[in-house]
């Protein structure tokens, strides 16, 4: 938006009422880290550069944002919001421009509403804009102070303010837009004079207005888009939101979704026209699904593609997969591992796939493992076949050409190949290949003792010698 703005994201501190080892900012949020959230969401407004604050477990922030085209300045010690902005300023090289200012707690803040300010900030002519929003219960924040004509006065932190004071409902969500030369001015008379010790960024407003420049006061209505993550509880309430935003676009779209308080799609998915989602489906991305098809209930799926019209039934889980058009999974299925599913198969309940093809019209309907193996067309594979492809050191691979049959109970010892319209009997053990049309008989041969179960209990009531 402007080649003049440059952001600052604050992501050094302890966050000690998270309650985590490692970096809340790095917590997953609806499918993206909490500050990936916030970087995406400055990134749009194309920024000159993007400066993140680093400290404690400064290894996490970096590692969630390594995607993305950001600058490290590490915060050590942290002494405070206004000790992490005059690091900043101190490493920043431009010159000019605008300083946007903003936590890295805020995985809700919208592009919509960055623009919204930047440009009220601009047609404002202010020298400083602060982001606030109303809380009923404004406990913890800092508050916004107002004369009568409505001017901000200062920022008074809650720890700091008086009780009339903290009847004040508005409150500041740190959020920031100041221009550089007077932020390198003013960010270096910061005093830690208060009962933190520490210096404060919203001090800095006062000293701003106490040198006669112009603060402007950006009011959002919904609290929720600007307010930080402090908690697991506030955690568990912003992915509930991210959460039904997804789900209501995909309704709007066309996709039905039975419960959508038991379902989680996240962002980059997409779904077709008149799919269905069934209660407890969880899909993520990124993922495509296509139309017409059926997610039964309870259902995960990651990182995969769904042709037309397929059906995967109830409790089946679909991992880095790849399901074509009409195709049957499930109930109680597991495909993992780059599976592939060609069009009109039937992967059965507890049918495992891990690193297989089934192809076109065969089936694999109960009770059966094919890992590194590959199924042609209009081949069916019986009730609780195995492919043995692990020999303790390598994976081998098994081929069943098309029109095969292979019998309930079969183990194939990989490496071995069936070829096309072979027949392998139930319960066999097959260690070499099998030729084409060809019918492989591998057990042991049958042995019938007439009166077996008499003679046993004649033994057993036989006395025994002292």
Request: glycine letters at 8%; one cysteine or more; hydrophobic letters at 40%.
């Amino acid at each position: 938006m402007s080649n003049s703005l440059i952001a600052v994201v604050m992501a050094a501190g302890k966050s000690t009422r998270f309650k985590s080892r490692r970096s809340k900012l790095a917590t997953p949020v609806h499918g993206k880290s909490m500050i990936e959230r916030v970087i995406e969401a400055t990134e749009g407004l194309s920024p000159q550069a993007i400066y993140v604050m680093v400290g404690h477990c400064a290894e996490d922030v970096q590692s969630a944002l390594r995607k993305h085209p950001v600058e490290f300045i590490t915060q050590e010690p942290q002494l405070g919001t206004g000790h992490c902005i005059l690091v900043a300023t101190q490493q920043i090289p431009q010159t000019s421009g605008t300083v946007l200012i903003l936590n890295g707690d805020i995985p809700l803040i919208g592009l919509n509403l960055l623009k919204k300010i930047l440009e009220s900030h601009h047609s404002e002519r202010a020298d400083a804009t602060v982001v606030s929003t109303c809380l009923e219960d404004p406990s913890g924040y800092g508050r916004i102070l107002k004369n009568r004509s409505g001017k901000i006065t200062r920022i008074v932190e809650d720890r700091d303010a008086t009780p009339a004071q903290r009847r004040v409902k508005e409150i500041n969500v740190g959020l920031y837009l100041i221009s550089l030369d007077l932020l390198k001015k003013f960010i270096s008379r910061l005093s830690n004079q208060n009962s933190q010790q520490e210096y404060y960024l919203t001090d800095l407003i006062e000293l701003l207005i106490a040198a006669r420049k112009k603060v402007n006061v950006f009011g959002t209505p919904d609290p929720m888009e600007v307010l930080g993550v402090n908690d697991r509880i506030e955690l568990a309430e912003v992915i509930r939101v991210l959460r039904l935003r997804t789900l209501q676009r995909l309704m709007r779209d066309g996709v039905t979704i039975l419960d959508p308080a038991t379902t989680s799609v996240e962002e980059d998915v997409t779904i077709g026209q008149d799919t269905i989602l069934f209660p407890g489906v969880r899909i993520e991305g990124p993922s495509s699904i296509g139309r017409r098809c059926v997610i039964r209930s309870h259902c995960r799926i990651t990182h995969s593609i769904l042709g037309d019209d397929v059906v995967v039934n109830d409790l089946s889980v679909i991992n880095e997969s790849h399901v074509a058009e009409k195709a049957s999974i499930g109930p109680f299925a597991h495909l993992r591992l780059e599976a592939e599913v060609e069009s009109n198969a039937r992967v059965g309940n507890f049918v495992e796939l891990k690193k297989a093809r089934l192809g076109q019209n065969s089936k694999a309907s109960h009770l059966t493992y094919l890992g590194d193996t590959t199924v042609g067309q209009n081949a069916n594979i019986g009730a609780g076949t195995i492919t043995c492809n692990y020999d303790g050191v390598n994976k081998n691979v098994t081929e069943i050409e098309d029109d095969c049959f292979i019998g309930s109970g079969v183990e194939l010892v990989a490496p071995v190949v069936v070829h096309k319209g072979a027949y392998v009997a139930a319960g066999s053990v097959i260690t070499r290949d099998v030729p084409p049309d060809a019918l492989a008989i591998a057990r042991g041969r049958q042995e019938n003792k007439q009166d077996w179960k008499q003679k046993r209990a004649e033994q057993k009531s036989k006395p025994t010698k002292a």
